[in-house]
């Protein structure tokens, strides 16, 4: 049997079919050509996926037990589930732009919560990538940032335009870098790599993880543990840092 997390790279080979079988309004769709490709090779996916494992949608609307949450850069490049080989149901996600976690997002926070003590995910990982647009905008503005001063890092924006609110504590940390001065080939996977250590240090320090951690076990009875990955868009393949941290 193919396997079900194939389905994903087969759904890249239904570019070319006819999408007057799959759209239910196909005139709707005339105008729109990229979408009505997603809801052609959606139809097609349902299509294999119930050929392949017949019943799985039945029992994926019963419920979900995904072991792990990512946290991760909204970025297209780096679609979790196609990335690492998933199922539907193997990973709860929150994205980002720039795979942050503040402490005052309480999207952030929502998701968090309701993953390690209602879903009872073991696994928490922040994931950045490779060639980071957020990452880049950072590090061309540390340049000019001004200590005591909020940082804006999409100069053309009003300072307080949501995209400067949410990049202003990646700029503070490429600042805190001293990087302003070095190559981007060399300043950039830095930041990266660090912005990805912050991270997951804002995770520990979140009540959620710290209360699991108090406990031994989140309320769903499982030990959690956070880790810090980084995807590298040019290869495909994603390098664990080695920061993991979990219960004592």
């Known amino acids: 049997m193919e396997p079900l997390s194939d389905l994903g790279r087969i759904g890249q080979t239904y570019k070319e079919r006819d999408i007057s079988d799959c759209c239910h309004s196909p005139s709707t769709m005339s105008h729109h050509a990229a979408l009505a490709q997603l809801l052609s090779a959606n139809a097609q996916w349902a299509k294999d996926v119930e050929r392949l494992e017949p ?4 029992e994926s609307a019963k ?8 946290i991760g850069c909204a970025d297209s490049r780096v679609p979790e589930s196609v990335i690492t080989g998933a199922k539907p149901g193997d990973i709860f996600v929150n994205r980002n732009v720039g795979n942050q976690v503040n402490l005052d997002d309480d999207n952030m926070l929502a998701v968090l919560t309701y993953a390690v003590e209602h879903l009872g995910v073991e696994h928490v990982v922040v994931c950045g990538h490779t060639e980071c647009g957020a990452a880049a905008a950072c590090f061309g503005a540390c340049s000019s940032f001004v200590p005591g001063q909020a940082p804006v890092t ?3 924006d009003p300072a307080d335009a949501p995209l400067n609110r949410w990049l202003a504590p990646l700029t503070t940390l490429a600042a805190s870098l001293e990087i302003s001065s070095a190559p981007a080939n060399e300043a950039l996977p830095l930041l990266i ?23 031994g076990k989140s309320p769903k009875g499982k030990e959690v543990w956070v880790h810090g990955w980084v995807y590298d868009v040019s290869t495909g393949t994603i390098r664990d840092l080695g920061i993991s941290r979990g219960p004592k």
């Open 55 to 58: 019943g799985f949608f039945k």
């Open 63 to 70: 419920g979900q037990t995904p072991q792990t949450l990512w």
């Open 154 to 156: 999409i100069p053309v």
């Open 193 to 215: 790599q660090e912005n990805v250590k912050a991270q997951v240090n804002n995770l520990c320090r979140t009540e959620v993880i710290a209360k699991a951690w108090a406990n």
